[in-house]
């Protein structure tokens, strides 16, 4: 049997995953309550129209970046042993980046604001355009952190530019009532993540080229993967403002950013930890599956109960959180919210084709996927509006899990239900969770019947309950397995001190 790999300190790759990814979540829940009080506060001082034109310019910016990511930070954790020639290269191509995308977007002002009949619109691109070149002399060396499993530091950044942006954006909205506080927050957060990338990894790179070979070969698949994700998560909005109007577009953007916002809350902290040890797994292409399926079963029993959870409260969280002005986004959440969770439990996929080298497999998923969503959502959202664009990025949401599966099973040479055997206990407990919401709370009164926060209060510990007594009593049954239901437990056992009964 293979001995856990270690960094020398004794310290196994799973410990250090585990770890990272607790700083990770660290990092993304005190960010995303940050930005879930920035969001609330903001989208109950500003019109849904004001929302839905900031979303638009902001999504052409994404695109725009997607349509040309390198994927420095991918480069620097592939590239284990990158020199100064390999950062050199990579800080000048993102400089290039950044400056061609803000002189697009800021081109592309006018055009926006006639096709949209909005002039608004024109001082929105500008203003969103500083934010790429910003971000294009972001330091190198930073994302060596990320390469070692090392995310204290990058905790350190994501809080202080969080807290710099959401206060400069709840300010100028509470004074101004203005879209320009979403923009002036965002470049903010960006001006502060910039020198923090400096001072806690000093460096100065220069403008070079010599790795341009190496850097290009690995990165090209990688910008081609880049480019077909853009165009499959960015472009319903500016479509949905087209046909819906400002309004449908900015219902239909709160409802998909407060979906993946909840479920990534667990979700990306895994999937990003886990990308740099499946990377130092490189030699060993078992262990890097097993890692894999462990990461799947890990995901699904984190995010896909709080998705489908959120899915169940989001009439009553909502009306709580928003305000009347956005009643319209809850059935928005209701059916994207579970199809996000399902896909949550792919977001490594991608990675572990990564890191076996195969980006190929994944620009051609991303193809397909762009091949079949594109027309069926444009003409669900034209013949149907704001609920056929919801119910078309519902199902073919399903469609891109069968693409993931299909592309486990090619890069790994086994049976494509292997990861959804891996979460069964998840997919069994969520079900059990879902009987209580759907079957028996309705014949509840008492509940049903409470005011807004008892209801949700309990709603939450009931369903919360239910899933952890199912998921618990399934792994009991199963014979304790060492599996992410013994890690929980020995976290547990750490904290209170209590010897475990293994």
């Not at 990534?264 to 990308?275: E, M, S």
Request: proline share 5%; net charge positive.
């Amino acid at each position: 049997m293979p001995k856990p790999s270690t960094n020398g300190q004794g310290e196994t790759l799973t410990g250090r995953v585990a770890r990272g990814a607790a700083w990770i979540l660290g990092a993304g829940l005190s960010a995303r309550l940050l930005g879930a009080v920035n969001t609330i506060i903001v989208a109950r001082l500003l019109a849904p129209g004001d929302i839905g034109l900031v979303a638009v310019a902001t999504i052409a910016m994404q695109l725009l970046q997607g349509f040309s990511d390198i994927g420095v930070s991918q480069a620097v954790v592939k590239f284990r042993d990158a020199d100064r020639d390999d950062l050199d290269t990579l800080f000048t191509l993102a400089v290039i980046r950044g400056l061609l995308i803000g002189l697009l977007l800021a081109g592309a002002a006018p055009i926006a604001a006639a096709f949209y009949g909005d002039p608004r619109m024109l001082p929105a691109f500008l203003g969103v355009a500083a934010f790429p070149l910003i971000m294009g002399f972001i330091n190198p060396r930073f994302f060596e952190f990320e390469r070692d499993l090392q995310f204290s530091r990058e905790f350190v950044a994501t809080i202080l530019n969080r807290l710099a942006g959401v206060a400069v954006s709840i300010t100028i909205a509470v004074i101004f009532r203005t879209y320009w506080a979403i923009i002036l927050g965002m470049l903010t957060g960006g001006v502060v993540q910039l020198a923090l990338s400096y001072m806690l990894r000093p460096f100065a790179p220069r403008l070079s080229f010599r790795s341009f070979k190496k850097v290009f070969g690995f990165s090209s698949w990688l910008a081609g993967v880049s480019f077909m994700a853009a165009l499959n998560n960015k472009l319903d909005v500016p479509i949905l403002a087209r046909i819906a109007g400002g309004g449908g577009a900015g219902v239909y953007f709160m409802g998909f950013q407060l979906s993946e916002m909840i479920t990534g809350q667990f979700a990306a902290p895994l999937t990003r930890a886990l990308y740099p040890g499946l990377s130092e797994l490189q030699g060993d292409i078992e262990r890097m599956r097993q890692a894999f399926l462990q990461g799947v079963a890990a995901l699904g029993a984190f995010a896909m109960p709080v998705a489908f959870g959120f899915a169940f409260v989001a009439q009553d969280l909502t009306n709580l959180l928003l305000g009347a002005k956005w009643a319209d986004v809850a059935p928005v959440i209701q059916v994207l919210a579970p199809v996000v969770g399902l896909q949550s439990l792919f977001f490594a996929t991608q990675s572990y084709a990564v890191a076996l080298g195969m980006t190929r497999l994944v620009f051609f998923r991303e193809l397909i996927f762009f091949l079949v969503r594109f027309p069926i959502f444009v003409w669900a959202a034209i013949t149907h509006g704001l609920r056929g664009a919801v119910l078309a990025a519902a199902v073919l949401g399903l469609f891109h899990v069968i693409l993931n599966l299909a592309l486990y099973a090619r890069a790994s040479g086994r049976p494509f239900w292997e990861p959804l055997v891996s979460a069964r206990r998840s997919f069994a407990a969520v079900a059990c969770m879902s009987i209580y919401f759907l079957v028996l709370r309705p014949v509840f009164p008492m509940v049903s019947e409470a005011s807004l926060i008892l209801r949700l209060f309990a709603d939450i510990l009931i369903g919360g309950g239910i899933y952890l007594i199912a998921h618990g009593g399934l792994w009991v049954l199963e014979g304790r397995p060492n599996s992410i239901e013994r890690n929980i437990l020995n976290v547990i056992v750490a904290l209170t001190g209590r010897p475990s009964r293994n």
